[in-house]
């Protein structure tokens, strides 16, 4: 566990542990309300999506984290009401800290 000892300082220190950083709660948050005020910086996604099309996104590694830069290994729908749905793709790392920060908000 990290020197913070929160939830989200185990994803950091791995991260760090392996060269990179994983994106911070604070950025993270910032991220979130990015998103929600300009939902078409992320890339359109299908109205539809399956469990299989998820999963083929997220281990194709064409496509980088937002929080990071490293090739995501995640693929997340963010259903917009102005601009439909939407692609977020972080790398596991961050994708910890965004949910961590997503619950913050709510």
Do not use: F, K
Request: hydrophobic share 40%; with cysteine; charged share 15%.
């Amino acid at each position: 566990m990290g020197s913070d000892g929160g939830p989200g300082s185990a994803a950091r220190a791995e991260g760090r542990h392996r060269g990179h950083a994983a994106v911070n709660t604070a950025a993270a948050t910032a991220m979130l309300y990015l998103i929600a005020a300009e939902p078409t910086l992320l890339a359109a996604a299908p109205e539809d999506v399956s469990r299989p099309a998820l999963a083929h996104r997220a281990r194709d590694g064409g496509h980088p984290c937002l929080g990071c830069g490293r090739p995501a290994t995640a693929a997340i729908i963010v259903n917009s009401s102005a601009a439909g749905p939407r692609w977020l793709d972080l790398c596991s790392d961050c994708w910890h800290v965004v949910q961590q920060a997503n619950e913050t908000l709510h």
